[in-house]
């Protein structure tokens, strides 16, 4: 650990205008972590922990909407799909893949 300091992970909103971060969300760093970021059309950010946490935000405030513990490390981005008129965001997760739908 370079100058003794514990490794941080962050998710962070920058504003493209300034540069200035909008809003930062300090994750955990018990583990590598192989998910991504997904953002939607909707304003709404999903992201996996390396704890094995899945969540959603608000992009704008970053404000946490959902939270899903799946007790397992992440294996790739989120993404969402349609199906029968219905949106859903999934996830690998371990040996899984989990999906949600998204309210209408």
């Known amino acids: 650990m370079p100058g ?3 490794p941080r992970r962050y998710l962070r909103a920058i ?3 300034t540069g200035n971060i909008a809003w930062e969300i300090e994750q955990k760093v018990p583990t ?3 998910g991504g970021v997904l953002s939607t059309a909707g304003g709404v950010v999903f992201y996996s922990e390396s704890s094995g ?8 405030m970053g404000r946490t909407l ?3 513990e799946t007790s397992q490390p992440p294996k790739a981005s989120p993404m969402t799909y349609m199906a029968g008129g ?3 965001v999934a ?7 989990l999906a949600f739908a998204l309210p209408e």
């Open 4 to 6: 003794g300091e514990p």
């Open 15 to 17: 504003e493209t205008q």
């Open 32 to 34: 590598p972590n192989y």
């Open 53 to 60: 946490g899945f969540a959603a935000v608000d992009a704008k």
């Open 66 to 68: 959902w939270h899903f």
């Open 86 to 88: 219905r949106q859903y």
């Open 91 to 97: 996830i690998g997760s371990g040996s899984n893949v």
